[in-house]
C-alpha cells in the first residue's frame, strides 16, 4: 500500500512538472503575435541588420503600446494567412493586407487604414506602356494575393500569355529583372518604395487594375479584440501617432482617418 502511494504521488508530480514546462511555453496573454510577409517592403521586412522593419511593424508596435499589450513578429507563407489565423498560431494578419468581400467571410477586418491600388509595373526601356501591351506576354504576381484577384477581374487576363505565381514580390521583380517577365502585378504602395532605392529601373503603367484598401485582420469570432485595437488605431489618428509614423516611411501622413 505504502508503495502504491509512493507510485501515485511520483506520478503526479510528473503531470505537475510537464503541466507547468506546457504552461510556460505557451504564448503569454499580454502577447500579440502577427503575422507578416517578411518581403513586403515597405510595410514589412527585414533590413540590413536582418532585423524586421517597416510602417505596419511601427503602426502595429505603437497600436500595441496603446493596448498595453507586447508583440510578437512572426513570419508566415502568405499563401497560407488564413489558416495561420483561424489556426490561432498567430493573432492577427498585418502586413498590406487587402480587404476584400472574399477575405470578409474568412476574418475580421479594422477600418481601412492605407489606401492602395493593384498597378502594372515593367523595366523603365519596355515597350510595353499600357495594359493592352500586355497581350501574349508573361506576367508575374505574388500567389494568392489581391494582385491575382485583380488581373483576374480584368478582361486583359484572358490576353496574356502565362501567368506566373511567386511566393513574394521581391522574386517576381527578380525575375523581371532578369527577363523572365514582362511585367509585375503588384502593390503601388510597394513599387513606389523600390522605385526610391533602383532609381531608373522600373516604370508603371499609367493605367492601375484596382483601388483597395489595407486593414487588419482579426479571428472571426474574436469581436473584442477587433474592438480594443480598433479604439487603438483610432487614438493614434487623434493624438497623431499614425501620421508621424506614415511621415517616417511615405514623406506626408497618408493614412485614413
Known amino acids: 500500500m505504502k508503495r502504491l502511494l509512493t507510485m501515485i504521488l511520483l506520478v503526479a508530480a510528473v503531470f505537475s512538472i510537464v503541466a507547468g514546462c506546457s504552461k510556460s511555453s505557451s504564448k503569454e496573454d499580454d502577447t500579440l503575435v502577427i503575422g507578416i510577409d517578411d518581403k513586403f517592403a515597405p510595410m514589412g521586412f527585414r533590413d540590413e541588420n536582418n532585423e524586421i522593419v517597416g510602417f505596419d511593424i511601427d503602426y502595429a508596435k505603437a497600436a500595441a503600446e496603446k ?3 507586447k508583440v510578437e513578429f512572426q513570419p508566415i507563407d ?8 483561424s489556426s490561432g498560431r498567430i493573432d492577427l494578419i498585418w502586413n498590406g493586407y487587402t480587404i476584400t468581400d472574399e477575405r470578409k467571410k474568412k476574418v475580421l477586418f479594422t477600418k481601412p487604414y ?3 491600388a493593384q498597378v502594372v509595373v515593367t523595366l523603365a526601356d519596355s515597350k510595353v506602356t499600357k495594359l493592352a501591351d500586355l497581350e501574349g506576354k508573361v506576367v508575374g504576381l505574388q500567389s494568392l494575393s489581391s494582385a491575382a ?3 483576374d477581374a480584368d478582361p486583359i487576363k484572358s490576353k496574356i500569355k502565362t501567368v506566373t505565381e511567386f511566393s513574394d514580390n521581391v522574386s517576381a521583380l527578380n525575375d523581371l529583372k532578369n527577363g523572365r517577365l514582362d511585367a509585375v502585378v503588384i502593390d503601388e504602395i510597394v513599387i513606389d518604395y523600390y522605385m526610391t532605392k533602383e532609381e531608373g529601373s522600373f516604370k508603371i503603367l499609367d493605367e492601375s487594375l484596382a483601388p483597395e484598401e489595407y486593414g487588419v485582420g482579426v ?3 474574436n469581436e473584442e479584440l477587433l474592438e480594443k485595437l480598433q479604439k487603438a488605431l483610432d487614438e493614434m489618428n487623434e493624438d ?3 501620421a508621424e509614423i506614415s511621415d517616417k516611411w511615405f514623406g ?3 493614412v485614413i482617418k
Open 114 to 116: 492605407l489606401k492602395n
Open 78 to 85: 502568405w499563401e497560407t494567412k488564413e489558416s495561420e489565423l
Open 67 to 69: 493596448m498595453d499589450m
Open 149 to 151: 484577384d485583380a488581373l
Open 252 to 254: 506626408d501622413d497618408i
Open 240 to 242: 497623431g501617432t499614425a
Open 219 to 221: 479571428k472571426k469570432g
